[in-house]
């Protein structure tokens, strides 16, 4: 059944590129999120409110999570194949599609983009504070810019690259349990007093998930850097030097990459809640940041995402084929 799965990849990954990330209420990432809420809930009520209790129920938490996400794709997709293989392609296939967020990532920046090309700042910042975690109220143009291509660059990652990197190795169902790692972390994985503690291992957990692709991540995208003439050798440079300058060890690796290839200045000091967290800057002060870098960074991560599917996953496919026995 392994085979089906690439080609669901592939069908979900196709799907994307067409109609972007659907909105609707029984999303999966949505549903995650719903579900993360309650069982937040349930998990600090039933352990002790010390500090060793609170981290106990962030981990039972966090594998509760996880299993319940991963087991749900895993019925589902079983199903679909028990009825039929097509149908079970199919069904995988969807599933797939629904990880995915290559054309949402570009459409939800693009709309900061046309609200700062428009002379709407403060619609910028609107715009922007869909995309990120950070408090956007104070930002002025320059700021909005660079917290846009940031996130772009930081999802690219998260949102594209790990999710078919775990499809193609483990179908739908890693897929999904990658992403139900990567929501908790999103959700719970704050430094923060709320979180600080329920949400370590959640944390730990993701950095974890996401160590190797984000670092494939980052050497995809100095080659469609230099695909796309931009200064992929200042861009390896950069990553290099500054690929650890962030609190997780996986996030500046495409920071540094994105920052490298356009010549600016990413990252630096950020409010999150109403409180400054000191970072460290990624990338030099070449030039200043423009709306145009909002389209470039999209256009790194746009093709970044076809070298992934059709590069490692023509890999992947061509493996099977060769060592696996055939197509089917």
């Not at 495409?254 to 630096?268: D, H, Y």
């Not at 030039?287 to 059709?310: A, E, H, R």
Request: hydrophobic share 50%; proline share 2%; with cysteine.
């Amino acid at each position: 059944m392994f085979i089906y799965s690439i080609y669901a990849c592939f069908i979900g990954f196709i799907l994307d590129m067409i109609f972007g990330d659907p909105y609707f209420f029984f999303h999966p990432i949505r549903v995650m999120g719903k579900m993360i809420q309650v069982l937040e809930k349930v998990f600090r009520e039933i352990f002790p409110r010390s500090s060793k209790g609170v981290i106990i129920a962030g981990i039972f938490f966090n594998i509760s999570v996880c299993a319940v996400s991963g087991g749900t794709a895993f019925i589902i997709i079983l199903c679909g194949y028990k009825l039929n293989v097509y149908f079970g392609i199919a069904v995988e296939s969807v599933i797939c599609y629904f990880m995915i967020a290559a054309k949402s990532l570009k459409k939800e920046s693009m709309k900061v983009y046309k609200k700062i090309m428009s002379g709407d700042i403060s619609g910028g910042r609107k715009a922007l504070s869909m995309i990120v975690g950070r408090d956007t109220e104070k930002l002025d143009e320059k700021g909005i810019i660079k917290a846009a291509v940031e996130t772009v660059a930081e999802n690219l990652s998260d949102g594209v690259i790990a999710p078919i990197f775990y499809m193609l190795i483990g179908g739908g169902v890693l897929g999904v349990f990658y992403k139900a790692v990567n929501t908790m972390d999103s959700m719970v994985g704050y430094k923060n007093e709320r979180y600080f503690l329920f949400g370590k291992f959640s944390a730990k957990f993701d950095d974890f998930m996401n160590f190797v692709p984000s670092r494939l991540s980052a050497f995809i995208m100095i080659l469609a850097s230099f695909i796309l003439g931009k200064d992929y050798k200042n861009a390896f440079r950069v990553f290099k030097r500054d690929r650890f300058n962030h609190s997780s060890p996986n996030s500046a690796q495409t920071e540094a990459v994105c920052a490298g290839a356009l010549n600016i200045r990413l990252s630096g000091d950020a409010f999150y809640f109403g409180k400054l967290y000191k970072k460290p800057f990624i990338g030099d002060d070449i030039k200043s940041v423009t709306p145009q870098d909002i389209v470039d960074i999209n256009g790194i991560m746009y093709l970044s995402s076809f070298i992934m599917m059709f590069l490692f996953g023509g890999s992947v496919f061509m493996a099977h084929i060769i060592f696996g026995g055939g197509m089917y």
